[in-house]
């Protein structure tokens, strides 16, 4: 195996820039990697791409229950339909936390087999007492973990060994538009840099950067979503 470094850079065009030895790549997503998946789980095979059947665990991944799964979902595809929820409360100054207990798929409630506790609060520079990750933080914790679990476990489909893998995020935000001290200066993150080191067979690097475009967050944060914001009285 061959370790190589990747810098993933998030754009706010929604592309991805791949720093790979020195080198800048443009990775458009590859359709053929979706088709791959499907015939892998079907068990069926593509001319352009010779497959191996996986080992029934890769990369700590139950193969087998990911294609019970998919399998399922492919032939009725009214089970891919999931609402995720969390639950927040303020508990003084800029010190809150989230909930989760559960979630909405295959048509069911489908309950944690324990509680999550998320806390969040803010540095002495923006009043709070610095005891938990902000926000933001929040976000890039969320981010790196879509994107490596997208990259392993669409790796392990296509028998890809991975023997390390980590990352180092870095996010651009100017606390002007935050504060409203200006209304041309965004609130939120400009730029996100993401760079990922990992270790496996060199051949197998192309395809990993374009699996972590699989990742819901990350495709939440490129895309978009619909954010209805409601507020009632207690």
């Known amino acids: 195996c061959v370790t190589e470094h990747s810098c993933f850079r998030l754009l706010k065009s929604g592309s991805v820039s791949v720093v790979t030895s020195n080198s800048a790549l443009s990775v458009a997503t590859n359709t053929d990697d979706d088709t791959f998946l499907v015939n892998q789980l079907r068990g069926g095979s593509m001319m352009s791409m010779p497959m191996q059947k ?18 399922a979902i492919e032939q009725d595809p009214g089970l891919g339909s999931c609402k995720f929820r969390a639950r927040n409360k303020w508990l ?7 909930t989760i ?21 803010e540095p002495p520079i923006l009043a709070g007492g610095d ?11 969320a981010l790196a973990a879509c994107v490596t679990t997208s990259m392993v476990a669409h790796a392990a489909v296509r028998g890809i060994h991975i023997e390390e893998l980590e990352s180092e995020l870095e ?6 538009g935050f504060l409203g001290l200006s209304s041309d200066v965004p609130r939120g993150f400009t730029d996100i840099r ?9 051949e197998n690097m192309e395809r990993l950067k374009r699996l972590a475009e699989f990742s819901p967050v990350y495709n939440t944060i490129t895309r978009g979503a619909k954010v209805d914001i409601q507020v009632e009285e207690i």
Not at 92 to 98: D, E, F, I, L, P
Not at 194 to 202: L, M
């Open 54 to 71: 996986p080992a029934s665990l890769v990369n700590g991944i139950k193969i087998d229950t990911l294609q019970e799964t998919i399998h």
């Open 92 to 98: 003084g100054a800029n010190h809150n936390c989230t």
């Open 101 to 121: 207990t559960g979630f909405y798929g295959a048509r069911q409630e489908i309950p944690h087999k324990q509680q999550f506790e998320l806390h969040a609060d």
């Open 131 to 141: 005891e938990a990750a902000n926000p933001v933080e929040h976000l890039l914790n």
């Open 171 to 176: 996010g651009d935000i100017d606390l002007r």
């Open 194 to 202: 993401v760079r990922f080191k990992v270790k496996a067979d060199v």
